[in-house]
Protein backbone atom coordinates (compact mmCIF):
# COMPACT_ATOMS: atom_id res chain seq x y z
CA UNK A 1 0.00 0.00 0.00
CA UNK A 2 2.99 2.21 0.89
CA UNK A 3 4.77 1.90 -2.55
CA UNK A 4 0.94 2.92 -4.21
CA UNK A 5 1.14 6.20 -2.41
CA UNK A 6 4.86 6.97 -2.98
CA UNK A 7 3.76 6.03 -6.79
CA UNK A 8 0.53 8.62 -6.59
CA UNK A 9 2.87 11.15 -5.00
CA UNK A 10 5.13 11.27 -7.77
CA UNK A 11 2.64 11.06 -10.28
CA UNK A 12 0.90 13.76 -8.83
CA UNK A 13 4.42 15.89 -8.58
CA UNK A 14 5.34 15.07 -12.29
CA UNK A 15 1.97 16.60 -13.42
CA UNK A 16 2.44 19.30 -11.76
CA UNK A 17 5.18 20.11 -13.05
CA UNK A 18 4.66 19.70 -16.45
CA UNK A 19 1.28 22.05 -15.74
CA UNK A 20 3.14 24.56 -14.25
CA UNK A 21 6.00 24.87 -17.18
CA UNK A 22 3.02 24.27 -19.81
CA UNK A 23 1.46 27.84 -18.40
CA UNK A 24 4.47 29.64 -18.25
CA UNK A 25 5.39 29.05 -21.91
CA UNK A 26 1.86 29.99 -22.76
CA UNK A 27 2.48 33.04 -21.33
CA UNK A 28 6.14 33.55 -22.82
CA UNK A 29 4.41 33.09 -26.20
CA UNK A 30 1.80 36.01 -25.95
CA UNK A 31 3.94 38.46 -23.61
CA UNK A 32 6.90 37.86 -26.19
CA UNK A 33 5.90 39.43 -29.48
CA UNK A 34 4.17 42.42 -27.44
CA UNK A 35 7.69 43.09 -26.22
CA UNK A 36 9.04 43.23 -29.44
CA UNK A 37 6.35 45.13 -30.70
CA UNK A 38 6.34 48.23 -28.20
CA UNK A 39 10.67 47.78 -29.15
CA UNK A 40 9.93 48.11 -32.53
CA UNK A 41 7.83 51.13 -32.01
CA UNK A 42 10.06 52.68 -29.29
CA UNK A 43 12.93 52.50 -32.35
CA UNK A 44 10.89 53.71 -35.19
CA UNK A 45 9.81 56.84 -32.91
CA UNK A 46 13.59 57.51 -32.02
CA UNK A 47 14.55 57.11 -35.60
CA UNK A 48 11.96 58.87 -37.45
CA UNK A 49 13.29 62.20 -39.19
CA UNK A 50 13.32 65.37 -36.46
CA UNK A 51 10.74 68.05 -38.13
CA UNK A 52 8.35 70.67 -36.86
CA UNK A 53 7.13 69.66 -33.42
CA UNK A 54 3.73 70.24 -32.68
CA UNK A 55 1.83 70.45 -29.45
CA UNK A 56 -2.39 68.84 -29.98
CA UNK A 57 -4.54 70.59 -27.30
CA UNK A 58 -8.29 70.68 -26.63
CA UNK A 59 -10.77 69.38 -24.22
CA UNK A 60 -13.39 66.51 -23.60
CA UNK A 61 -16.72 66.86 -22.15
CA UNK A 62 -19.12 64.46 -21.09
CA UNK A 63 -22.25 64.79 -23.52
CA UNK A 64 -24.96 64.04 -21.91
CA UNK A 65 -24.27 66.56 -18.89
CA UNK A 66 -22.44 69.01 -20.67
CA UNK A 67 -19.28 68.78 -18.05
CA UNK A 68 -15.76 69.05 -18.60
CA UNK A 69 -14.20 65.17 -17.97
CA UNK A 70 -11.44 65.63 -15.96
CA UNK A 71 -11.53 61.70 -14.24
CA UNK A 72 -9.30 59.73 -17.27
CA UNK A 73 -6.03 59.39 -18.86
CA UNK A 74 -5.47 60.07 -21.98
CA UNK A 75 -2.70 58.20 -24.55
CA UNK A 76 -1.63 59.07 -28.64
CA UNK A 77 -0.77 56.13 -30.35
CA UNK A 78 1.90 55.67 -32.44
CA UNK A 79 3.47 57.91 -29.86
CA UNK A 80 3.95 56.75 -26.07
CA UNK A 81 2.66 60.51 -24.73
CA UNK A 82 0.08 60.21 -21.96
CA UNK A 83 -1.96 63.41 -20.98
CA UNK A 84 -3.55 64.19 -18.24
CA UNK A 85 -6.87 66.17 -18.12
CA UNK A 86 -7.26 69.39 -15.96
CA UNK A 87 -10.15 69.93 -13.76
CA UNK A 88 -12.05 72.12 -16.76
CA UNK A 89 -11.31 68.64 -19.21
CA UNK A 90 -8.25 70.37 -21.15
CA UNK A 91 -5.85 68.10 -22.18
CA UNK A 92 -1.78 69.01 -23.78
CA UNK A 93 0.22 66.37 -26.00
CA UNK A 94 3.60 68.27 -26.84
CA UNK A 95 6.08 67.92 -29.10
CA UNK A 96 3.88 65.87 -31.56
CA UNK A 97 4.77 64.97 -35.29
CA UNK A 98 1.82 66.58 -37.25
CA UNK A 99 0.43 62.91 -38.38
CA UNK A 100 -2.98 61.52 -37.16
CA UNK A 101 -3.13 59.98 -33.82
CA UNK A 102 -5.17 57.49 -32.23
CA UNK A 103 -6.64 58.80 -28.65
CA UNK A 104 -7.52 56.44 -26.79
CA UNK A 105 -9.57 57.93 -23.29
CA UNK A 106 -9.73 55.59 -20.65
CA UNK A 107 -12.30 57.05 -17.44
CA UNK A 108 -12.65 56.13 -13.96
CA UNK A 109 -15.26 53.56 -14.48
CA UNK A 110 -13.25 51.48 -16.57
CA UNK A 111 -14.88 52.16 -19.92
CA UNK A 112 -12.48 52.67 -22.73
CA UNK A 113 -13.33 55.25 -26.12
CA UNK A 114 -11.06 55.43 -29.49
CA UNK A 115 -10.82 57.98 -31.38
CA UNK A 116 -8.76 59.28 -34.47
CA UNK A 117 -7.74 63.15 -34.67
CA UNK A 118 -5.52 64.43 -37.45
CA UNK A 119 -4.30 67.79 -39.08
CA UNK A 120 -6.68 68.87 -41.31
CA UNK A 121 -9.72 67.24 -40.13
CA UNK A 122 -12.63 68.78 -38.52
CA UNK A 123 -11.18 70.22 -35.19
CA UNK A 124 -14.02 68.09 -32.99
CA UNK A 125 -14.77 64.54 -32.63
CA UNK A 126 -17.35 62.61 -30.02
CA UNK A 127 -17.66 59.08 -28.98
CA UNK A 128 -21.82 57.85 -27.67
CA UNK A 129 -21.27 59.95 -24.50
CA UNK A 130 -17.88 62.46 -25.34
CA UNK A 131 -17.40 65.53 -27.15
CA UNK A 132 -13.79 65.77 -27.64
CA UNK A 133 -11.86 69.36 -29.28
CA UNK A 134 -8.91 69.76 -30.67
CA UNK A 135 -6.24 71.87 -32.44
CA UNK A 136 -2.62 70.82 -33.79
CA UNK A 137 -0.02 74.07 -33.34
CA UNK A 138 3.42 74.53 -34.24
CA UNK A 139 5.83 74.83 -30.99
Known sequence: MRVKDESNAGVAFKT????????????LIGIVPLLRQNAQLKKQTA?????????????????????????????AAPAADQAALGDDGKFVFPHMRDQFYNVVVRTQDGKTRLVLIGPGQDSATDTDDLAITYSYAKE
Open 16 to 27: ALITGAATVLTA
Open 47 to 75: QAPSGTAYSISGSIRAKNKGIPLSDASLL
